[in-house]
């Protein structure tokens, strides 16, 4: 593949708005610490070997996607070849969760990711003002997602590094319930074409 992954290695695109704390979350998931950044003007790319739960020792090529207006044209390129999509929002800004909602299913009704699962990080749970997951989830209308899509919410700090112990675990989860769905379909196919 040129990459050095194997298939098998999951690739994962993290998306959201803007200050949602993308960024914060890839660097807490690779280094398990805070690490103080700037917004990201374009892409940053990171493998991730995971170190505890069911996916443990697994390898994650982790693109962190910029969530500024203008470049949220980019994201379908990205989402092509990606296995799962984190996108972050932040659950104290209850203003631009509508933004974030719009954002969201926009993105996953695209061609290019109708069979990508998404993991929803209600991120900034460590504030006051934040909004929980099943909140985050109505707010954002996860139940009108396309059918076909696969969805998870988890609530996490990436700040001080809560939640995220089970990011990896969650999202291989939906990768791997996507892979088993569209390999019945693949034999299905395969099946009806020769009877």
Known sequence: MGNGLSR???RLVILGLDSAGKSTVLYRLKFDQYVDNVPTVGFNLEKIRSSAG???GTVFQVWDVGGQEKTRSL???YSRSADGVLFVVDSADEERLEEARMELHRFA?????LAVPIMV???????P???SA???GEKLNLNRLPQSKIC???EICAVTGDGLESVFDGILELVTKRRRQLKQKKDKSFTTLFR
């Open 75 to 77: 994201w379908k390129s």
């Open 8 to 10: 098998d290695n999951p």
């Open 134 to 136: 099943d909140q985050v």
């Open 152 to 154: 998870d919410i988890l």
């Open 121 to 127: 990080l209600a991120n900034k749970q460590d504030l």
């Open 129 to 131: 003002s934040a909004l």
């Open 54 to 56: 069911r996916s443990k």
């Open 109 to 113: 009704n695209l061609k290019e990711s």
